[in-house]
């Protein structure tokens, strides 16, 4: 059959199934089973594929159409332009998260201490890392299997720089850190089994649920954050659309100063950070 034959018959059973990028993810899901590039869809189209390709495609095609999320078949995804392992263990990355990592990076300098709180993947250590000189970092989670995914990645990334930590939030890390960042899970409990199947039956339920209001972990992560900050260290958070007011306060309520919400490109509330300087009530 011919390369864009299979690609159109992929493009179709995932519209069928709602799947909402249909044509990219049939185009992703074919130039991973062939090797190929997007060059070859536009320009080589009537390219034939071998009966054991064809096979492999429709075999994922399908996996894909019962909405299972493509980062989880490709095994991989790519964040702030490098490229992420992820399973079932780990939180996607998400380009809303890259709005976080953008943010800090204006504010690390070289050498600082980073901490990432609930580093999951590690996307966002690992990124804060590539693009900065001479910083170290240490990505803390509770979960045993994050911090193997994790590990892969700073070996995949070549990170010299990163240790993790099993720990319950600030439970097992010591020393401060010039920069703590966190993208914690912040959706409310009974939200969750409205989300899309790809999220709720493939995300891990530990790193969505916020509890009650969503907001649980900001307060437990500021409260504790001043004591692993200097003077003059800063706090930053990925947030939910409506969370920004509510984040905004607990930061001041935690004696945090000089707080922003940063919007992302929809025009949404995404990123609050602030910084801290010491018990000032
Ligand atoms: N820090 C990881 C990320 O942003 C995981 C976050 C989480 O599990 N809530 O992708």
New binding site residues.
Partial sequence: MQYQEIYKQGVSVLEGAGIEEAALDARLLLEEVCGTDRTVLYAHGEREISGGEEEQYLEKIKVRANRVPLQHILGKTEFMGLTFTVNGH??C??QD?EILVEEVLKHLHDGMRIL?I????G??LLSLLHYSNDCHGIGADISEEALEAAKTNAVRLGAAHADFVKSDLFEKTEGKFEIIVS???YIKSAEIDGLMPEVKDHDPHA?LDGGEDGLFFYRKITEKAGEHLPGGGMLFYEIGWDQGEAVKNILEENSFREIQIVKDFSGLDRVVFGTWYGETR
Avoid: E, K, Q, Y
Avoid at 118 to 121: A, E, H, N, V
């Fill in positions: 780990v939180l990355p998400r998260t990432d609930g580093t999951g993947s996307c966002i993208n914690p899970p790193a």
